[in-house]
C-alpha cells in the first residue's frame, strides 16, 4: 500500500509489539543475544554460514558484530530508497567501500574506477589494493565507451576485470559519468565465470535524487555521514544492492567488523525520517545561492549543475536522465586565487569552514588546499579544481540570511 520512502520511514521493518509497545524502536545496546532452545542457536548459526538448517525458520539474532534490532530495521529502510532487495549498513562511508572491494577482489583481478574520486577511495584503490596485488585503472569522467575499452585493453585486464567503480557527479566540479554506459561495459566486460560488478557511489546525489540500480548498477555504495544522517553528527555507510551480492558483502563485513554499532544505527533511524525534507530544502536553497553568485563581480564561474555554464550537451543529457534535482552543492572560483578564497572563508560568519557534506548547517571549504590536497597539482588542472575555488555545502537555513552572510564575506574579500 505504502509506495513512497518517505511514508515507509516512519515504521517500516519495525514491531512495537516486540518493545512494550514503544512507538519508535529503543537502542539495543546488546553485544548478545539469548536463543530460546539450543536447537534454534544451532540453526541460526547454520544459517549465518549461509546454509538451511534442518528445521525450517527464520533468521534469528546472534551477535551484534552479526546482526542487532536497530541495524535490520536500519538496513530495511534504506533499501527502499534505491530500490534494492537488501541493504547492509557500516561503521562510515570508507569501511561500506573498502569491504565491498574486499568482498569480490582478488590478487590477479583488476578494478576500473572514475577520476576523480573521494581520496579515501582513491588511495585505498591506488595504494591499498594495488600492494595486494589487484590491478587498477583510472578513466576520466568525460571518456568514451570505445575509449575506456582502450584503456582496459591496453592495461592487458581484459578477462580480469572484477569491478568498476564510479563515483558521480564528481566532486568539487560536479562533471556526471553515465551509469548506463558503465553498466554496458560491465556487460561488455563480464565473462561466464567472471562477471563484473559495478559499483557506485551514490553519496552526493543518493538515495533521493539518483538510483543507479535503476541505470544497471549492482552495489550503491553512500557515506551515511553526509546526507542521509544529515545532521554532521555520526560516522556511518551503506552498501544496497541484489539479495546475493549484499550477503556476499555481509559474510566479508563479519570478518572485517565493520558493522555499525546500534546507537548510530538508531541515530540514522531518525535521520531518515526527515530526509526528503532535509535534502528538498538545501536544494532550494543551493538554486537560490547560484543565482546570487552567477553574476557577482569577482566570481569568475559557478559550478551548480541548474546554470549549465560550460556543461556540454553531452552532460546536460546524462544529468536530466540520471537525475532528479540539481543538488545542494555550489562550487565556484573567486577572482584572486587562493589569497582571495581564503579571505572570503576567514571572513564567513555563519556558515562554517569545515569539509564534509549534507548536513543541515552549510559548510565552505577550499577544495585545492583541503578535501583534494593529495591530489598532484597537474591532476586537480585536468579535473578542473582551480586555486580559487570555494565549494560550498548548502543547508536547510534561510537562503536570505546564507545570501547575506555570503554578501558580507565577498565584500570583506574585496571580490
Ligand atoms: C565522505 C565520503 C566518503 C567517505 O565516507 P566516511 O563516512 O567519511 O567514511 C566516501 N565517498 C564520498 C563521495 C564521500 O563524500
Redesign the pocket.
Given at each position: 500500500m505504502i509506495k513512497s520512502p518517505e511514508t515507509a520511514m516512519m515504521g517500516h521493518g519495525y514491531k512495537p509489539e516486540l518493545s512494550e509497545g514503544a512507538v519508535k524502536p529503543p537502542v539495543f545496546l546488546t553485544s548478545t543475544f539469548v536463543f530460546h532452545t539450543a536447537e534454534e542457536g544451532k540453526d541460526f548459526f547454520t544459517m549465518a554460514h549461509g546454509h538451511t538448517p534442518a528445521q525450517e525458520r527464520e533468521m534469528g539474532l546472534i551477535y551484534s558484530r552479526i546482526n542487532n534490532p536497530n541495524i535490520e530495521i536500519l538496513e530495511e529502510r534504506i533499501r527502499l530508497w534505491d530500490g534494492g532487495a537488501d541493504a547492509a549498513a557500516f561503521s562510515?562511508?570508507?569501511?561500506?567501500?573498502s569491504t565491498t572491494m574486499m568482498a569480490f577482489l582478488k590478487p590477479g583481478d583488476f578494478i576500473l574506477f572514475s577520476n576523480p574520486?573521494?581520496g579515501?577511495?582513491h588511495k585505498f584503490i591506488q595504494h591499498f589494493l594495488k600492494e595486494l596485488g589487484i590491478g587498477t585503472i583510472g578513466f576520466s569522467a568525460g571518456d568514451s565507451f570505445e575509449s575506456i575499452v582502450g584503456q582496459v585493453a591496453a592495461a592487458g585486464a581484459a578477462g580480469k576485470l572484477k569491478m568498476i567503480f564510479v563515483?558521480t557527479p564528481a566532486?568539487p566540479t560536479g562533471e556526471v559519468i553515465d551509469v548506463r554506459m558503465c553498466s554496458e561495459l560491465a556487460k561488455h566486460f563480464s565473462t561466464e565465470d567472471k562477471p563484473v560488478l559495478l559499483a557506485v557511489?551514490n553519496?552526493?546525489m543518493g538515495p533521493l535524487w539518483s538510483r543507479p540500480l535503476q541505470f544497471g548498477a549492482d552495489i550503491v555504495?553512500?557515506?551515511?555521514?553526509?546526507y542521509i544522517g544529515g545532521h554532521s553528527d555520526v560516522?556511518?555507510?551503506a552498501a544496497v544492492g541484489g539479495k546475493s551480492i549484499i550477503q556476499s558483502i555481509k559474510a566479508a563485513r563479519t570478518f572485517f567488523g565493520t558493522i555499525i554499532d546500534p546507537h548510530p544505527a538508531w541515530m540514522l533511524l531518525r535521520s531518515l525520517e526527515t530526509l526528503k525534507l532535509r535534502m528538498d530544502a538545501a536544494a532550494q536553497n543551493a538554486a537560490h545561492i547560484a543565482a546570487f553568485l552567477q553574476n557577482y563581480p569577482g566570481v569568475e564561474k559557478v559550478y551548480y549543475p541548474g546554470l549549465r555554464t560550460g556543461m556540454s550537451e553531452r552532460q546536460q543529457q546524462i544529468y536530466a536522465e540520471q537525475y532528479t534535482s540539481f543538488g545542494a552543492m555550489v562550487s565556484f572560483d573567486v577572482a584572486g586565487g587562493e589569497p582571495a578564497a581564503f579571505r572570503f572563508l576567514n571572513a564567513l560568519r555563519h556558515i562554517k569552514l569545515a569539509v564534509?557534506?549534507?548536513g543541515t548547517e552549510s559548510l565552505a571549504q577550499h577544495p585545492w588546499s583541503m578535501t583534494h590536497s593529495g591530489v598532484p597539482e597537474s591532476e586537480k588542472l585536468q579535473y578542473g579544481i582551480t586555486e580559487g575555488m570555494v565549494r560550498l555545502s548548502v543547508g536547510i537555513e534561510h537562503h536570505e540570511d546564507l545570501i547575506r552572510d555570503m554578501e558580507q564575506a565577498l565584500h570583506a574579500a574585496r571580490l
Open positions: 562510515s562511508g570508507m569501511s561500506a567501500i574520486l573521494y579515501g577511495s563515483e566532486n557511489d553519496t552526493y555504495l553512500y557515506s551515511a555521514t553526509k560516522i556511518a555507510g564534509s557534506l549534507g
